[in-house]
């Protein structure tokens, strides 16, 4: 595991909620996350769990295809004590510009304040005229169905964007970043060692993202259970065979300093949703061959 202790500091410019610090590590820039001791008011949470989430969220991302920012999990000696930290490789640089989807909010309905209602966002994804509306979908409706296997719940409008090449004026959907959310991060591993089966699946199944829908938080797996919307069906069509859950159970076996009930209960959890994704899969595939007229 790499030690991140003596790379060269600078100015952090970067927002979110997290500690973090700017590092420079082989000549490439990193913020880096640090473990907050203080996200829920009266609970000791472990130092840990955070960085862990991060680090199997983004990759789990890069598992099934997509373009991921690269992480790497690390620690950091801070006041003598051993910190785990995730390194989130900077993917901007003075050709490319992130252009978070809250900016292009902020752009496109002077008249209304844009925050996390699905309705309001695809509005402004139809209306902006610098963006591919139909290829901006597709990335989004992909990012939550892989969002809902890792359970994020806090894909808000700072989190996702578009990279914008100065040279070329092109904008593309940006890179996969900010999963520390995922994976139940305040849950430690004496809480994880009680949970029963049943308390697993439920776990599984009241994932709430952050998007809502007429002013209440969607349920990832009941809105996916109800192929409502074509958009997100056409996603998970898209998106389903290149869910590998062995590589998936592969990649988290062999994460570092990482204890093996947390493993467990990461490719359990994973596995509880891919399952659910899966029959909804199989029903989305053949519900073309209940609609021919005999």
Not at 27 to 56: C, G, H, M, Q, T
Request: glycine share 4%.
């Amino acid at each position: 595991m790499i030690n991140f202790t003596n790379a060269v500091e600078e100015f952090n410019n970067y927002k979110g909620s997290e500690k973090k610090k700017t590092l420079v590590y082989n000549n490439k820039k990193y913020l880096v996350k640090f473990p907050d001791p203080v996200r829920e008011k009266n609970k000791n949470i472990s130092y840990i769990n955070n960085a862990f989430s991060e680090y199997i969220g983004s990759n789990v991302f890069k598992i099934v295809g997509f373009e991921t920012q690269n992480t790497i999990l690390g620690k950091y000696e801070y006041n003598g004590k051993e910190k785990i930290v995730c390194a989130c490789e900077d993917f901007t640089n003075d050709d490319n510009i992130l252009y978070e989807f809250e900016n292009l909010a902020l752009s496109t309905n002077p008249d209304k304040k844009i925050e996390t209602e699905l309705k309001d966002i695809m509005e402004v994804i139809e209306e902006n005229k610098m963006i591919d509306t139909a290829q901006t979908k597709q990335k989004f409706w992909e990012m939550f169905v892989i969002d809902s296997l890792i359970g994020n719940t806090d894909r808000h409008n700072g989190n996702w964007g578009f990279l914008l090449n100065k040279n070329t004026g092109k904008v593309k959907f940006s890179l996969i970043y900010d999963c520390g959310s995922a994976l139940n991060p305040m849950l430690e591993d004496e809480e994880i060692k009680k949970i029963n089966e049943t308390e697993l699946k439920n776990l599984s199944l009241n994932c709430y993202s952050c998007l809502k829908e007429s002013g209440k938080k969607i349920n990832y797996m009941e809105y996916i259970k109800q192929m409502k919307n074509e958009e997100c069906n056409n996603a998970i069509k898209r998106l389903f065979s290149n869910i590998n859950i062995d590589k998936i159970n592969t990649f988290i076996e062999n994460v570092d300093c990482m204890s093996q009930v947390r493993k467990d209960f990461y490719k359990k959890i994973i596995l509880s949703r891919y399952e659910i994704i899966k029959e909804v899969y199989e029903s989305i595939i053949k519900k073309p061959k209940n609609l021919v007229k005999t």
